[in-house]
């Protein structure tokens, strides 16, 4: 069976997952499109030669009935309703982040969905499906370093344009460790605290960067995570996790070592869509292979959305009160038990 997938949101990672359906994944095909830029949606058409209806809107595109699956790459704000209508309309949906902007807006999700009984949605955190991460999973859950105690992690951008702002370090950026993290440990989240180091010069007066958020969880492992998005000297994921018994680090994406001109020397990303391009391709083929073969969708839940919103909210508030801010989570429904969600 072919996944017929219609697109809300033809930009930047919009192309991009339009590009990997087409041209490099199977079991999957672009059969619509729409964009609040017309434009956008009807060059997107062109350039990558589909064969798929250009709709005025979410709306019609949802009602398309050769839709199967809604691809939700429009801006974070727009995703909420388009799920919402998706979901409502039985439609498969992968969502990239955020799922929605607020805690209520997911649950508003997760009650559709549960609704329609059975799984629809997933969201687009990639890095459960990069290699390195996946390695550090199965060191701790089949105990190799002991009960994870500390994380130290780090997550640096080259450089950032005008329009990001403080609060962006985290439903921008920081929201990628807030959901990898705690799937790593298999643990909820308590509080998190926010330290302000000195501001790098490279830093625009409405972002405050570099940012060192503390986020401690239930069993008690506490966690850092450097946000860094001026650091310069290119674009570089960091996370070790200090156990009882040893240590695991995430690997670094592989390059050449090279001897040259009396140095010893490797290469460092500059881009985010390289780093995770890899698991960009596995994650949406597990999408278009869980949905095909099992009639679900197997990766993170629309509950996944839910945490990353509501500690999301908290490490802004953490940004602007200087206090220890509670993460305060609903009980997870019996619909999303970890038993019943099949991790990667
Ligand atoms: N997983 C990741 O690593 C990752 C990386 C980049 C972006 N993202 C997420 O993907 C989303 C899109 O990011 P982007 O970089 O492609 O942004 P973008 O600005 O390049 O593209 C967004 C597109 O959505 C369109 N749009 C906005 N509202 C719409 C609506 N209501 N209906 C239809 N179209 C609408 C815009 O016209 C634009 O073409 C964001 O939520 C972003 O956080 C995730
Ligand atoms: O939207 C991007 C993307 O999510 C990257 O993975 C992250 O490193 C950037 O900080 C963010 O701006």
Known sequence: MTLRFGVVGTGAIGREHINRITNKLSGGKIVAVTDVNHESATQTVEAYQLDAVVYPD????????????????????????????????????????????????????????????????????????????????????????????????????????????????????????????????????????????????????????????????????????????????????????????????LPEFPSIVLRKDEKLSAGILNDWKYRFMDAYNIEIQDFIDSVTKKGEPQGPTSWDGYIAAVTSDACVKAQQTGEKELIELQERPDFYSEKKTQTV
Not at 146 to 166: D, K, S
Not at 198 to 203: L, V
Request: net charge negative; proline share 4%; with cysteine.
């Open 58 to 249: 979410d709306k019609a595109l949802i009602a398309d009935p050769n839709v199967d699956a809604v691809l939700v790459t429009s801006w974070g704000p727009a995703h909420e309703e388009t799920v919402v209508a998706a979901v409502e309309a039985g439609k498969y949906v992968f969502c990239e982040k955020p799922l929605a902007t607020t805690g209520e807006g997911c649950l508003r999700i997760v009650e559709a969905e549960m609704k329609q009984g059975k799984k629809l949605v997933q969201v687009g955190f990639m890095r459960r499906y990069d290699t390195g991460y996946v390695q550090l999973k199965q060191a701790i859950d089949n105990h190799v370093i002991g009960q994870p105690l500390m994380i130290h992690a780090a997550h640096r951008n080259p450089q950032v344009g005008e329009n990001y702002t403080t609060d962006m370090a985290v439903v921008d950026t920081l929201v990628h460790e807030i959901d990898v993290l705690h799937w790593l440990v298999g643990d909820d989240y308590k509080s998190v605290q926010v330290v302000f180091p000195r501001k790098t010069q490279f830093a625009h007066d409405k972002l405050h960067d570099p940012q060192l958020f503390i986020i401690e969880t239930q069993s008690g492992i506490v966690i850092d995570v450097e946000v860094f998005v001026n650091c310069k000297y290119g674009y570089d994921i960091q996370c070790e996790v200090i156990g009882e018994e040893g240590i695991a680090k």
